[in-house]
């Protein structure tokens, strides 16, 4: 999976989701383009490649059914 499909996936499942909004994005100085994904059994892993503003370098854990952001 992608993170442009994970994004989709997620938007789909979880309209009133923030994550991946722009002006989230916008905030944290990301794009989509400092994403990969991983996964495990049981959910998909969203990771950046460089660290964002304030250093942020951290995952994010993604259901695999639901596509609900775990926490």
Known sequence: M???QLKRKHEAHNP???Y???DTMRFFG??????YCSE???TWI???KQP???GLQSEAHFC????KRIR
């Open 20 to 22: 991946f909004s722009p």
């Open 52 to 54: 964002v503003k304030h």
């Open 2 to 4: 992608t993170p442009s």
């Open 46 to 48: 969203l990771l950046r």
């Open 16 to 18: 009133n989701s923030y």
């Open 40 to 42: 495990t059994e049981e």
């Open 30 to 35: 990301d794009t989509m383009s400092n994403y």
């Open 64 to 67: 695999k059914r639901t596509f």
